[in-house]
């Protein structure tokens, strides 16, 4: 993609020292000849420097191949010098159609890791392989002494190098801030391990595993992007802008998905997620794929309170209501007959939106998601046919429905104290110093709020997730490591989620303890290794899951099992994690599973099967030292959603009817129970 890559256009020879000619860049060049059919295309990089296309990946591209002993980096005869702990690269912070808009353009600083030219580090690997054209594109080499002395390159559409640097760092960014709140080193999706004929477990790779997630920069010519396990990686694409309604772009331009730092974080979390959970991309219910998408979308959005420049430039155009849509127009405000300047204009909050650019050059005048959507409206919840989009769109506006409310609670003393006795509350003028003290508060309590999303992950049950369970994941999260909630953020969140109508199918009241899953009293864990936040070795995964497995095998009826289905771990991790009051907290999170398969009707068996998974999470901690040894892991919590039982039966019902409204009684591919990113995101 970011490399004019739009079928039936011709395109300059060279490259110039900060991208490609603008003579020969895609929505730039006029005279072009053919359509975009996909005929007749043209290698639009032909030059003898830059990001030159190659019809094969040669020797700069062995690279792509399968990384598995990375010390291939390593240089023994260096001189020993230690190697720096952060890279900085430079990226846009929301997009490139804010042009330099205050705080638009961002230095990341990324965890340091020597890097091959892609580029290719441990985790991710770029590879820049254009779909329509079928070529590979010559990849940048960020570990270039030129490069590394200027932290990467500038942030700049025409050059398809720097749409490499940025999907890095961004993605980087993103797997950073994830392990800083989970307490651990995350890794990728994994498949399913069940047993062999023998009854034994493999402990080799599988061909669905993920090792390293690949990022395509330019993989298609489309208004999409997307996570895709089947290419173990994540798929942007780039498309003409609207013709008639482009926004803050030429009409026809092209637009490039990977420069949306919305977009790369909105993938990558998909990706996050998934590896994180098995079974969330089954296709169990309404909840399930709006559950992906607003989660998504909520660390998308919450990274834009971290932007300093422009939150203060935000706050200063709204008066500190950054809960506000539309920003204060530079030249005051004006009815639309008397607009006469460009700064008359009111423009909308970058805050708040998601993906500026890529609403407006879809034509529809605004940024695609927005933080707060529809006015609060229990009745949507209700039905059933609602898009994925819209419906996560009610649990995104819940969240900030909270974190605006939380955020006007602690700010208030600022206010008052700044606009006392008949001050003009309404006025949008602050003071320098307010200012500060109003981006230093909403930033706070935006990490403080992603913080809490974040965690609540391993709060939720490992099947079938539904918005109600989430809020209980939320409440349980922000009791168990701050259990005095000063600021009243527990309330806000569980009115902001009443009033959208998102309650627990299970709870008994509608109070803090009641949402809150209760701590549960069964025979500790023995012989667990809970090893250090870097990870577990191979051997001690080993050791785990034979405990683990033993564990639940005894312990089938106080879990929730059934004695005759196989019992499944397809997951658990150590979490370190501080708690309020500076203590280190350990845990050990475990995912187990079981599954049927049930019949649509049971008197239509041609209409197949789906499958019913039950499971419980359980979080364990790390006993005390005492005299110099450790006791047994204490199961805190146990999460859990039952196969048996009334509760069964009416979650089997209700998967029924979804599969059949969803059409997964047609067909007989395993893989329609899965979640498809591609479809899902037709327009992101």
């Known amino acids: 993609m970011g490399l004019s890559i739009i079928p039936g256009y011709t395109h300059s ?48 591209l062995a690279a792509y191949n399968s990384i598995e002993d990375y010390s291939i980096l390593d240089e023994p005869d260096s001189p020993r010098v230690e190697p720096p702990i952060t890279r900085p690269l430079k990226v846009y912070t929301f997009d490139p159609s804010q042009g330099r808009n205050i705080g638009n353009r961002l230095t990341l600083d990324v965890k340091y890791e020597k890097l091959l030219p892609g580029p290719i580090g441990e985790r991710i690997a770029v590879i820049d392989y254009d ?21 990467g390159l500038d942030p700049s559409e025409s050059d398809p190098w720097f749409h490499q640097q940025m999907v890095y760092a961004v993605a980087s960014e993103t797997i950073q801030r994830f392990e800083t709140v989970l307490g651990r080193r995350i890794h990728w999706r994994l498949d399913e ?60 331009q092209t637009i490039f998905t990977c420069l949306s730092h919305d977009i790369i974080v909105h993938e ?79 423009v909308e909050n970058p805050l708040i939106g998601l993906a500026q650019q890529f609403g407006e050059a879809r034509g529809i005048g605004r940024a695609l998601r927005s933080a ?88 939720c049950p490992p099947v079938d997730i539904t918005f109600g369970d989430y809020l209980r994941a939320v409440i349980t999260a922000d009791r168990d490591l701050h259990p005095d909630d000063e ?20 709870a008994q009241y509608f109070s803090e303890e009641s949402l809150s899953w209760p701590k549960v009293s069964l025979p500790p864990v023995d012989g667990l290794i809970f090893g250090d936040p870097n990870g577990l070795t191979n051997d001690e995964k080993g050791k785990n899951a034979e405990k683990l497995r033993a564990y639940a095998e005894a312990n089938a009826g106080r879990l929730g099992f059934r004695p005759d289905l196989y019992i499944s771990i397809p997951s658990f991790h150590p979490a370190f994690r501080l708690a309020s009051d500076g203590s280190l907290r350990i845990d050990m999170v475990v995912e187990m599973a079981q599954k049927y398969d049930v019949p649509f009707d049971p008197n239509r068996p041609e209409l197949g099967t789906f499958p019913m998974r039950g499971g419980v999470t359980l979080l ?19 999460i859990r959603k039952r196969l048996d039982g009334e509760h069964g039966k009416k979650r089997e019902e209700r998967q029924r009817r979804f599969g059949i409204s969803e059409g997964l009684s047609e067909g007989n591919d395993p893989k329609r129970f899965q979640l498809d990113f591609n479809m899902l995101h037709g327009g992101i």
Request: proline letters at 7%; glycine letters at 10%; a positive charge.
């Open 131 to 151: 779909g329509a054209n079928k070529v590979y594109y010559k990849p940048v080499d960020l570990d270039d002494p030129g490069l590394l002395i200027r932290s």
């Open 487 to 506: 600021i009243g953020m527990r309330n806000a969140f569980m009115q902001a989620f009443r009033v959208r109508g998102i309650v627990p199918e299970d």
């Open 13 to 60: 020879q060279s490259r110039s020292n900060d991208g490609f000619h603008k003579a020969g860049y895609p929505g730039v060049q006029t005279g072009a000849k053919g359509s975009s059919d996909g005929k007749g295309k043209t290698n639009p990089i032909k030059g003898k420097s830059g990001a030159q296309a190659v019809k094969s990946p040669g020797k700069e």
């Open 268 to 346: 990558t979390t998909h990706a996050i997620l998934d590896g994180i959970r098995t079974y969330f991309t089954e296709r169990t219910n309404p909840d399930v794929p709006a559950f992906h998408e607003a989660f998504a979308d909520l660390v998308a959005l919450f990274q834009h309170f971290s932007y300093k420049d422009a939150l203060l430039d935000t706050i200063k155009k709204t008066g500190g209501r950054l809960y506000q849509y539309e920003l204060q127009p530079e030249a005051g405000a004006t009815t639309d007959k008397n607009v006469l300047l460009q700064s008359q204009l009111a």
């Open 193 to 252: 391990r069940l047993p062999e004929n023998k009854g034994q477990l493999t402990h080799e790779g599988m061909p669905g595993d993920i090792k390293r997630l690949n990022l395509y920069p330019h993989a298609m010519i489309a208004a999409n992007a997307a996570y895709t396990p089947s290419a173990k990686g994540i798929l942007f694409g780039y498309f003409r802008a609207s013709r008639t309604d482009p926004g803050r772009n030429l009409p026809g």
């Open 372 to 459: 707060l959507s529809d006015p609060p409206n229990p009745n949507l919840m209700k039905e059933p046919n609602l898009e994925p989009h819209e419906r996560g769109g009610i649990l995104v506006s819940a969240v900030f429905d909270a974190y605006f409310t939380v955020y006007l609670r602690r700010t208030a003393p600022l206010f008052r104290l700044s606009r006392p006795g008949n001050g003009n509350i309404n006025t949008t003028e602050l003071s320098s110093s307010l200012a500060n003290l109003l981006a230093e508060e909403a930033s706070r309590m935006a990490q403080h709020l992603f913080k809490i999303c974040v965690r609540a992950i391993d709060y």
């Open 620 to 638: 364990i901690s790390k006993p005390p030292l005492v005299k110099g040894e450790y006791g047994p892991g204490e199961i805190q919590y146990i």
